[in-house]
């Protein structure tokens, strides 16, 4: 085990006593406390890029040029060597996790808390194949917060989640709701950490190409408001990230989005991202819902081009969207029985690049059917689904069985099959799949989960490139929950039917 | 012998049913109504406490002695059965004698219609108790003060169980809005002097209540009542009111609870609220905890609104963009960055689908949702791909996209619809090979509505990755 596995594990077991341990709150103190622990046991096989001299090659069985081992081979004129890729060594990891969150008040200010959340990670390979695993602590949110009526601040690690995405920062923020909360205006501002990360933008650890890079941290600046009601909700947001060595912008991107609920059972939702660095509409989807407690339909729109940080040199290669047509269908026609029906077609816009030496199509379309049945302890899922599009599809069947029987224990099994066919490589993927879980949890206290899945999975070639991608995983999560509040206590009866006064 | 044999147990049986015959159920007056003169010769005990009200075995077997009449079995009950009534025939016979001194008020005044021959009894009384007592109304609908008059409280009675739970439901109960609106008034009516209608006490004490009213201490009609656990022989269950079915319940009810709290507070508890709401919203200082002496209130169930259907998740960026305080009352940040910010050692489920990992590229390519909202591209993608052996180590002919004969040369359509899925392999400079102005072959990356202006406004340093210094325009 590395030490920093070690100190993982001892950490896992301080929170842990730490738990059991019940710190006593002093009168009008309160906390909440959560702890996850979770460990995963991966092996996968990988590729290997390899080469053979050009003059080495043989006519493979489809015609093209192989080696004489029968591995189809890219080869360039004018380039010496041929290159295919082939099986790589199997590779083993075992992500080890510790999560601990926190919440404190009752600190001397009325409205005062104080709120952390920290990540400890290991592998006990030693390895670093896992994603994610690195560094070894990784700070989540660490913050002071007030709240008073109208006002909310909050200072030190935060993440800002908006339609803007889920931004990280170490700064401040301030919220004022007025107008008996029906009016929301805030403000942020700090240091940025990286998109869709607990890092900065500069972490080592973010760069596994080994390319560009930011030096140091960027600022972001957002501003949002919101107005709330029964029939309407509406906010915008505007956030801007700038380099804070050269003080160009990083992102500059605007979002509005709303909710309308004119008649009841009936919504409208809307949503509008607009890069104002490049002034072009990134996402938006539109969507009437209607919403019963036997049917539940959507029809929408949707729109997708994604977004690049001007850090990189993506933003100028002007990327095409795809507009989507989606609708949903959610039936239950008597108790126990859920029927759904999902789909999506959607097209590219013209990308104004044909070539004709490749053919790439410019729609595609996705859809899942299932059904779910309750009876008595039992549920059962059943579903079909398939997505195809450009680059790559998928199509097949998946089913579930869970038996619950009680609120604490629950066992399932499930399993499927899939095609997976590749479009720009000779990857005609079969796999089937199986997986048990056996789960158990003291409702507020905490909550064990164990799984062990298999994948056999066949990566179909004509050449000897085909090889088994197949996976065992195993993995075990626990959670423990705490708190001074009354949430954690059991509900007390009053006087139970049949009780003696 | 076999017919000896069957006319023993025949015999028997003829015997035990002529026995049975002559064995008094139930009195027949009328066919004594030549006999005796007055109700008190059999009913000696009528009028004073001491003596029974009921005739003897002996006092019928002066005449059916088995000579002037055929015997009977005759045995006066042991004793009444338990009742709530206040009612005595001595102390109504004396208080009709000295308060009203109506010679009027005989026996047969309650016990028989006038039009009856005499000796014609019916045991039931209570028209009579409401006709003369002057209740111009059924039994059941009297006026809540109303019953105290024949009734004691039942903490008072000696009732067993089971009569309790026979109480016969008067019409009044029987209105929709009883039960959450209309027996609070009922029960203490305004301007009432007293704490408690007799209307109330006369079937209930405070342990029914308790079945329901978390706010049992703060009302005054409730602690009124005496507890007695033989209330509970009625059973009760607390239904949500027609309010709570409405589609948009949960959204409107924060706003409901602010404005008339004690409505709330007779049927939850702080905890009630607590069982969904994550946050601790103003209102919930309004309610009072659970406790001892309270009721257990309504049990609230967390469930999933209507809202949230099936692939809610694909869905909710839109409603949790524009109404985040929405969210907030029943999630918690952590859970969002259970999937925003997702811990590396789980297996992902929840979001994705089982085996998703060997479906991932087909998401990746056509991006049914946003990866990039979650999973940094760098940390998560490429740093997989790399330790995985699936990326660009060099140059671009590396073989990896062999179903496409040219496609380094025609991968411009597929870069321009799937370019976030080809930097999970392809760092910058396997582009800039190409399309550098500086050492690259030129290739112009840029399509027809690319913003030159705008985006060397906006970050200049980005071109010089490609252009250098000299920066078209710049």
New interface residues.
Partial sequence: MTHVGRVAVAASILAGAALLARPTPLPSQGYRA?V?V???SVR?R????DSVPANSVVPGPGGGPATTDGF???C?QG?PW????TA?PV?HAV???T?A?ATMWGLGVNGLRAHG?I?L?TDFTGN??????EPAVQL??LYAGYQRDWFAGRAGRI?E???L??AGYDGVEMTAHLLR?RL?VGGYGGLGL??????PINSP????????QLQDRQWILGFDA?W?S?ML???A?YQRQV?RA?D???A?RA?V???I?PV??V?L???VVYDL????VG?A?A?V?W???LV?A?VGYRH?R?M?Q???????????P?NAATG?L?IGPWKGL?L?L?G?A?R?DD????????T?D?E?W?TRV?ASYRYRQFDLGLGYSA????????SGW?ASLAYLPSERWQVSA?G?H?N?P??????E?V?N?A?VEASYQVPQRMRFRI?A?Y?D?DRNRPDAAAFS?D?T?L?A?VSFYLSS???T?P??????????? | MTWRLWAIPLGLLVVTAAGAALTLQTFDHPTHQGLFPRCASCHVGISDTVQSRWPTASDCAACHDGVVEDTVTYEPPAAAPPSNLKFTHPAHIAAVQVESRDSTVTCEACHSDSDSLRMTVTRRAVDRCLECHGIAVEHLAAAPEECAACHYALAETGLTLAQVGDFPTPPSHEADAFALQGHGAEARPAGATYAVASSCATCHARDFCLQCHVDAPEQQPIQALASDARSLAIAVTLDAPDSHQDSQFYRAHGSMAEDRPQTCQACHTQESCLECHASRPRVLLAMYPAGPDRGTGAIVTRSRPETHGEDYSLMHADQAGSAPTTCAACHTRTQCLECHRPDPSSDGRGFHPAGYLSRHPVSAYNRETACADCHNTNQFCASCHVDAGVVASGPLDGGYHDAKQFFALGHGQTARQNLENCVACHAERDCLRCHSAVGGRRFNPHGPDFDAARLRQKNPQMCTACHGVAIPGG
């Fill in positions: 959560r996850d979770g460990i995963q996968y990988g590729w290997q890029l189809a081979v890219t360039h380039i041929c290159s295919y890729y790589g590779r992500p080890f996790s999560t969150t959340s990540r990670l670093t194949y896992w994603p994610g695993t989540i949110e993440i989640a908006n339609q995405g889920y909360r929301t990286a998109r869709a990360s607990l890092l650890e973010l760069n596994p190409f080994n390319q560009f919101g709330n029964r909700d509406l906010s947001e380099d050269t160009y912008f990083i500059e979002a989005s709303t909710v609920r009841d059972r919504s939702q809307g949503n660095a490049q002034d072009r996402m989807d969507t819902n919403t019963s407690p539940s959507a997708y994604p690049f001007l850090w990189e040199i993506w933003a100028a290669f002007n990327t095409v795809y949903s959610w859920r759904s999902r999506e959607y590219y990308n104004s690049l044909p070539s004709p030496l490749v790439v410019d595609g996705r299932g997505d195809t599009g450009p680059g790559a599809a998928s998946d499930s499927g899939f997976r590749l479009e720009y490589r000779f990857d993927s796999l799949y997986g799984r899945d994948y999975e991608w996976q995983r993995s999560e509040a009354v949430k206590r509900l007390p009866p009053g006087r139970m039917p049949g009780a003696t006064p």
